[in-house]
């Protein structure tokens, strides 16, 4: 049984910063990619952000790049989002998504790459 949970989501103004956790939660020792992922209302959900099981590879959607970071700690099962330089259209629901891997050291971008989903976290950006 895989368990994602997503935390650090509020409200921020427009330019603050937020990090949003995700918690991976499973009785085994699989390794995972894992991603960022945003559903804004009546849009589709949108690639933001990849990290590889190793963490030393990374991703990023154009519209983030340079403004949010992708990290992970496996000791602590672990992957987080720094967000910087936040802005209205940033906000959405924030959702963690986790891939299986055998020790590739691949990153995915596509939300059917990925077998595991956490509920999501909102993050509201005010002008």
């Known amino acids: 049984q895989v368990h994602l949970a997503e935390s650090g989501g509020g409200l921020v103004q427009s330019g603050g910063s937020l990090k949003l956790s995700c918690v991976v939660s499973?009785?085994?020792?699989?390794?995972?990619?894992m991603g960022w992922f945003r559903q804004a209302p009546e849009k589709e959900r949108d690639f933001i952000a990849a990290i590889n099981w190793r963490g030393d590879s990374t991703y990023y959607a154009d519209s983030v790049k340079g403004r949010f970071t992708i990290s992970r700690d496996n000791a602590k099962n672990t992957v987080y989002l720094q967000m910087n330089s936040l802005r209205p259209e940033d906000t959405a629901v924030y959702f963690c998504?986790?891939?299986?891997?055998?020790?590739?050291?691949?990153?995915?971008?596509?939300?059917?790459?990925?077998?595991?989903w956490g509920q999501g976290t909102q993050v509201t950006v005010s002008s």
């Open positions: 998504a986790g891939r299986e891997v055998y020790y590739s050291g691949n990153y995915y971008s596509a939300s059917e790459d990925y077998h595991y």
């Open positions: 499973d009785d085994t020792s699989r390794n995972y990619a």
